[in-house]
């Protein structure tokens, strides 16, 4: 919390900690565990540069991190059901019917092959192929902030081939090839059955292009931008035909050039992020609301574009899509600024069970955070979507 702070802020933090022991502390049987797990979270918080069990333990005035080690490996709990009191935590603080779930990923970049789902593949934080494990994440933004709210770990392939590998890792038997769409799909689920407010979804091309994924959405009454890349098909509607099948950079290159309009995607770190923005109507007439291809195109450097299919209200405006686009950029700035702040990736656990615990806490400690800043007013200004 750093060294500069007030008796009332001091006040403020002590009670948000008591909430979150209150929500969460029926989670354990035994009263050490109970303690450890709430100050595991407070260390989390703290100025600590690693936030590991070490560290954290010696901040909780422990002799040895044993303590926090059984916390995350042999003691009783379900990193499942403290999510779930999370999840009742943010509707509570930062819940509001405008608002978007977020789909996205990161890599932890490990050695070796004993981590649970570790294996060569593509980190985005990295930006190349890595050894490395794939947390898939789903982060709720409203106009009063942004925080994660649930979490799978992706296990490849190769490892669910290997169930002895599984089983020294910790991996449940239950754990099948699940795709990150369909992690991504079963936690939009959860978040919406426990009451999450949403009205849009959001995520990249690993997940716009899964037909599977717009459908489960737009059955569950949410709209979403969800990027797709350039090749993927589009069905354009025809009035003579039941449509014309193109891709999607084809679709958007037959536009006409008074299609395009600069339009704002919201604030970035270095000031507003404009583009060009052109829309096209796909996939033919509906009525519960209306599918586009949308594309933005840089300003700076005609060449460099992007694709979205998107499912709208009636009459949503291309400013409004634009902004919901750029909102996914709030969980890439969300990953790096929390593998800092609140130690997402500064875990030292090998096993399955591990990774959940360790990444549950956090989120808790990341949610604490953001209901702070909203109650201190700093709410998230996106003139025309919030």
């Known amino acids: 919390m750093g060294d500069n702070i007030g008796v009332a802020e001091i006040q403020e933090w002590a009670q948000g900690l008591d909430e979150i022991r209150d929500l969460i502390g029926g ?7 109970r303690n450890n797990a709430i100050g595991y979270i407070q260390g989390l918080l703290s100025d600590e540069e690693r936030k590991n069990s070490w560290t954290l333990s010696e901040r909780a005035g422990q002799v040895t991190p044993d303590g926090m080690q059984r916390l995350l490996s042999t003691t009783d709990w379900d990193p499942d059901a403290v999510r779930d009191a999370l999840i009742g ?9 405008a608002g978007i779930l977020a789909i996205d990923e990161t890599g932890f970049l490990k050695k070796g092959t004993a981590s649970a789902g570790v294996a060569r593949q593509y980190s985005g934080t990295a930006g190349r192929v890595e050894n490395c494990q794939i947390g898939v994440f789903l982060t709720y933004a409203t106009k009063h902030g942004r925080t994660f709210v649930d979490r799978e770990l992706y ?3 190769a490892w669910i081939d290997d169930s002895d590998r599984c089983a020294k890792a910790g991996i449940p038997d239950h754990r099948g090839m699940d795709t990150k769409p369909e992690l991504a799909a079963a936690m939009i689920g ?10 849009w979804a959001t995520g990249d091309t690993v997940y716009g292009a899964n037909h599977q994924l717009r459908h489960r959405l737009q059955a569950r009454g949410m709209h979403y931008v969800l990027a797709v890349p350039k090749n993927h098909t589009i069905m354009t509607p025809s009035a003579t035909t039941l449509g ?3 891709l999607a950079d084809e679709v958007i290159g037959s536009l006409d050039a008074r299609a395009w309009r600069t339009r704002t995607a919201g604030a970035g770190t270095k000031g507003d992020r404009r583009y060009a923005w052109a829309r096209q109507r796909i996939n033919g007439p509906t009525t519960d609301g209306e599918h586009w291809l949308l594309a933005r195109r840089s300003l700076k450097d005609p060449t460099d574009l992007a694709y979205f299919v998107c499912y709208t209200p009636a009459n949503t405006t291309l400013i409004t899509m634009a902004l919901v686009a750029g909102a996914r950029w ?3 700035e969300t990953f ?3 593998k800092g702040e609140t130690g997402l990736d500064h875990y030292q656990v090998r096993q399955y069970t591990g990774w959940y615990r360790h990444i549950t806490l956090f989120m808790f400690a990341q949610a604490f955070l953001s209901a702070i800043r909203a109650k201190k007013g700093a709410h998230i200004q996106v003139p025309g979507l919030w």
């Open 89 to 97: 935590y943010v509707i509570k603080h930062l819940g509001d019917p």
């Open 155 to 157: 296990i490849p392939k």
């Open 244 to 246: 014309v099948e193109g």
């Open 190 to 199: 959860r978040a919406l059955d426990a009451g999450i407010q949403a009205q």
């Open 27 to 33: 989670q354990f049987a035994r009263t050490e565990p």
């Open 336 to 338: 790096q600024t929390t």
């Open 330 to 332: 709030a969980i890439e």
